[in-house]
């Protein structure tokens, strides 16, 4: 017992560079910090999970342009205690948004229609009202939030037996949808504001356009070439696909109403998938910008994924940001009963996805970054990625 006290205190006099090197990430990790920094660094991951109330968490680490290591912790339900796989389901909510942007983009490249094209002369079934306001509102504003639209769109969703709204009906306002039109509240690339509104419109650009039921257009133009197998669009999730899915939790962790809600509004929140699908798609985005690879976009056209117009973080589907020394695209998600994240460096072929089901899961997130960031060396500060 004596020798045991001695070697912990010896690991605890260690500094963090000599830590890493005789640890492998993963356990640092998971496991309580050492040498501590205060904060939550005396919790193990299991420990997190209890502080923060989140029932189950899942994640994956990319480095050197592949996936890592995958794992996941906790439950997937508190009432039937079933663990959390890596190849849980859950739901993606907003991290929806740079998934359709692909396939947006690959529309694009093929010739289907502009990126800086007017979306009325795009659209076929509904038209956006313009008439207080100068100027055209383009696929690239509606990607990046800069298109005018005011709605402010954040989804809740909808029960799994209650009545949805088509597309149509969510874009006018008109029951029953529980949200407001969306609408023009200023000339187009005059200022940033967020519009899960406009990203309904991009879903129903693409299925004018295309033709074919935005489920189907998904799977076919980026889940399907980038092997995402445990992914889809379908909203409500389909019935052989529920017991691989996570349920939705409150802040305190404990269960809501329904075990999920279902969002019509697929391209902007309703994307079920795992952080393995999510990370081979941060992958490909990567390989794609430095040139290796033409699996849906090139590399010209996924530069516009890491571009921003210049007004507001965001450029087509990722918002992007310096953290340290280091430049990286990124997505939050937040549904209801669920919290996501995605986060990869520019060039350097590193990141990281993590889901939870809770809707306290931002906490934890935050954290589980800052400990990857440690972990591998990022060229990154102690910076959490905004609520």
Known sequence: MRMKKLLIAAAL????GAMAQT?????????????????????SMDQLLAHFRVPGVSMAVIQDFRIAWAKAWGVTDVKTGAHVRTDTMFQAASISKPVTAMATLKAVQDGKFGLDQDINTILK????PMEKFPGAVTPRMLMSHTSGLGDGFGFPGYAPGAPRPTLLQVLDGAQPSVLGPVRM????????????GGVSIEQLMLTDVLGKPFTQIMQDTVLGPLRMANSTYAQPIPADKEIEAA?????????LDAPWHVFPEQAAAGLWTTPSDLARFLIEVQQTLRGQSLRVINQKTAEAMIAPVGVGPYAVGFAVEQRGQGWYFTHTGSNWGYRAVVLAHRAKGYG???????????ALYNEIIERVARAYGWDSLDK???R
């Open 384 to 386: 959490p990625i905004p």
């Open 125 to 128: 079934s509904w038209k956006l």
């Open 352 to 362: 990281v996805t993590i889901m939870t089901n809770g809707d306290n899961g931002a």
């Open 13 to 16: 006099l260690l500094p963090f």
């Open 247 to 255: 349920h939705a939790h409150d802040q305190r962790g404990r269960p």
């Open 185 to 196: 509240e200023r000339a187009p690339l005059t200022g940033y504001k967020y519009s899960g």
């Open 23 to 43: 640890t492998d990430p993963l356990t640092q990790i998971e496991s309580p910090q050492v040498p501590g920094r205060g904060g939550y660094d005396g919790d």
